[in-house]
């Protein structure tokens, strides 16, 4: 049993650090990076071994965990002829071409290629290549920190499991090698499956994307610079600290809103919306959605840390929406998203309150995913309930309801029918709530406001 902290630390443990410089090549869907990591053992027991996961080796090939579990559960479909039908050039690929050593006590610039080996410690498939362990020549002590630059070259893939290219829109995670998290039973790094989420340790991340010039970047952290190079393109330098992941999504035509959320007792988040050209009239609700969310999560939770967030829009068909990241997360809206559903704010709200489980808690959610997706879900229902509360009658048959004997005698703030009578029955009366769940004096549900109204207006008719 661990005690609750008397109080929290102002900041992550900032163990795993990563300065990060890539370049996508869109006429090749090539990505050429090169990173410094700085880790720390934050455990009581040496090691002499660091590991990466390598996800985007996930889509190499059929022979990958992911694509057999994929192909055991999808296999004859017509979407599994369809991905296996597609070009080379539609799978992904990540090739790590160097390795060396920084610090630790080696001589500078130790080459430790030699030294790295793909494992599969869930299921031992030799064909996988999604985790990359390295050894290193001398152990890191407890407390002791080392550096490595890593060098590859990846390739973009077709769209698949929110990250990839359709069209021009990029949508870009889990593409740079990043490493596992060392417990004090050992390194906790799991190969990539058809159903997953991730786990890392939290740090500092610098990362220069270098993009066509005039390019839109949308990116975990703060935009810091931009720089243009004399090759026509520009460099976006995005900061983060206290994140255990970096995501980022560029594309020539996005379009950029911003927005403010505020709150007298919350701090301020400076909002940024990375929206698709034809859903340039949605962009109110993904901010109402976002704020009711950061102002219900936060007056529940706790504040949300980080003073901005980013929204991405995903592109229609993209398999990008509704994902979260540190600072940034995928909504999902469809084309003509008619009012009356609950599309894009139920993704926008659930992706946005898992900044405050994935984000901040940060508990491992490839062993323990119902902890952060339970405690999200149930949540995510409140704030919609709150906000958006739409579970109601289809107004297309409100007149049919009406014709058939029902009275309609609630009505939410917009008109919406809320409460339904069967006249002269002493007990009929229809509801879809359970609203004394959560209903208080300070904020009653709209449901028993509309009772209350419709009792008065029926008090002040039969006096
Ligand atoms: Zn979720």
């Not at 973009?156 to 359709?166: E, N, Q, S, Y």
């Not at 949508?171 to 060392?182: C, H, N």
């Not at 958006?388 to 009406?402: I, K, M, T």
Request: proline content about 7%; charged content about 20%.
């Amino acid at each position: 049993m661990s005690t609750y902290p008397a109080s929290f630390p102002e900041h992550s443990p900032r163990n795993a650090n990563y300065s990060i410089d890539v370049e996508l090549d869109p006429s090749t869907k090539t990505m050429t990076g090169r990173e410094v990591v700085t880790w720390r053992n934050i455990t009581s027991k040496p090691t002499s071994e660091l590991q990466f996961h390598t996800y985007w080796n996930a889509w190499r090939n059929t022979r990958s965990t992911f694509m057999r579990e994929w192909l055991r559960v999808n296999g004859g479909t017509p979407e599994a002829a369809e991905v296996l039908s597609r070009p080379p050039s539609d799978w992904s690929s990540l090739d790590v071409t160097a390795v060396r050593l920084l610090s630790g006590g080696a001589t500078a610039m130790t080459d430790l290629m030699p030294a790295t080996r793909y494992i599969a410690p869930d299921d031992g498939n030799p064909e996988d290549r999604t985790v990359l362990a390295v050894n290193l020549p001398q152990a890191v002590a407890p407390g002791a920190t080392v550096a490595v630059e890593v060098a590859w070259t990846a390739h973009v893939p077709r769209t698949f499991r929110r990250t990839g290219v359709i069209g021009s829109y990029y949508f870009l995670s889990q593409w740079f090698p990043k490493l596992g998290v060392l417990e004090e039973a050992g390194w906790n790094t799991h190969q990539f499956h058809m159903t997953t989420e991730f786990f890392s340790d939290y740090g500092v991340y610098d990362v220069r994307l270098t993009v066509p010039k005039g390019w839109v970047v949308g990116a975990t952290g703060v935009e810091r610079s931009t720089t243009d190079t004399p090759a026509g393109k520009t460099v976006h330098q995005f900061v983060q600290e206290d994140v255990h992941d970096f995501a980022w999504t560029t594309g020539p035509d996005l379009l950029v809103r911003t927005s403010r959320f505020e709150h007298p007792r919350l701090p301020a988040v400076d909002l940024r919306l990375i929206l698709q050209p034809e859903h340039a009239d949605q962009a109110e609700r993904y901010f109402l959605a976002t704020k009711a969310t950061l102002r219900s999560y936060g007056e529940w939770f706790g504040p949300y840390p980080y003073g901005h967030l980013t929204i991405v829009d995903p592109a229609w068909q993209s398999a990008a929406g509704g994902m979260e990241y540190p600072t940034l997360f995928t909504g999902g809206s469809r084309w003509l998203a008619p009012a009356t559903t609950v599309t894009p704010e139920g993704v926008t709200v659930h992706e946005c309150g898992h900044q405050f489980w994935f984000g901040v808690v940060g508990n491992n959610e490839f062993e323990h995913a119902w902890m952060d997706e339970g405690l999200n879900t149930y949540a995510t229902g409140r704030v919609i309930e709150d906000y958006y509360c739409s579970y109601g009658v289809n107004p297309d048959y409100r007149a049919a309801l009406e014709k058939g004997g029902l009275r309609i005698s609630g009505l939410g703030d917009e008109g919406e029918v809320r409460i339904v009578e069967l006249p002269g029955h002493p007990f009929f009366l229809a509801t879809l709530f359970l609203p004394q769940m959560r209903s208080t004096a300070g904020r009653p549900h709209p449901l028993l406001a509309g009772y209350a109204a419709a009792v008065e207006r029926a008090a002040m008719t039969s006096r």
